[in-house]
């Protein structure tokens, strides 16, 4: 009996890419629902699962073909390691560093009021000795040019950060309340 090329490597191929493209858009409509883009969410939703079928219904038309099954758990795999890399490229949304400075706080927050970031510098205590800590609410996208000057002013300076959902108030660049797309992406800050 010839190989069949068509069946074993055609069909798993179409099902691996189909799985890629299903399981990023998942992966997508997911960290887009956690930071609150409510329109963007299902339109990702609805062409998630029209490419989640087209794969399924080839899989179960090659049941005796342990390519295709290999091929749909290889492209989940490959699905959610390119939805993630997709979305760290975007940038969208915006982030919370918290710098603890033991020294050199001063050259920090003049270098972030050069680049118009907002911040708040609060003294702190720490184990074993005085400290500042400044609190900055940024847009991802920034977060590299901060973490430069981090690097560059406190290079043992301890950092952390976290996504952010909403703000309100304060000094923030004035992009956060545009959109990327004109009306699907609108976010908005939430009011007290």
């Known amino acids: 009996m ?4 068509y069946s074993w490597v055609v069909i798993p191929l179409l099902i691996f890419m189909a799985r890629i493209v299903d399981v990023s858009l998942g ?9 609150g883009y409510k329109k963007l969410a ?12 087209i794969a399924i219904r080839e ?13 749909y758990g290889a492209g989940f795999a490959m699905g959610n390691y390119i939805g993630l890399i997709i979305e ?14 033991r020294k050199n706080h001063d050259k920090l927050a003049e270098f972030m009021r050069r680049n118009n970031y907002g911040f708040t510098l609060v003294k702190g205590e ?8 400044l609190f900055s609410i940024v847009q991802r996208k920034s977060l590299p040019h901060i973490i430069s000057g ?4 406190n290079p043992k300076a301890f950092y952390t950060i976290e996504n952010i959902r909403s703000v309100n108030n304060g000094v923030l660049p004035s992009s956060t309340s545009k959109t990327l797309y004109k009306g699907m992406f609108r976010k908005h800050r939430k009011s007290k």
Do not use: H, Q, Y
């Not at 981090?150 to 002013?153: A, G, H, L, N």
């Open 2 to 5: 010839p190989f069949d090329v």
């Open 27 to 35: 992966t997508l409509r997911f960290i887009f629902l956690a930071k």
């Open 42 to 53: 299902p339109v990702l939703g609805f062409f998630e699962v029209l490419v989640w079928l």
């Open 59 to 71: 899989v179960m038309g090659n049941l005796r073909n342990i390519a295709c099954f290999l091929a």
């Open 88 to 101: 760290e490229k975007l940038s969208i949304g915006m982030a919370m560093i918290r710098v603890v400075l």
């Open 126 to 133: 720490g184990t074993r000795e005085r400290v500042k800590i």
């Open 150 to 153: 981090i690097s560059r002013f």
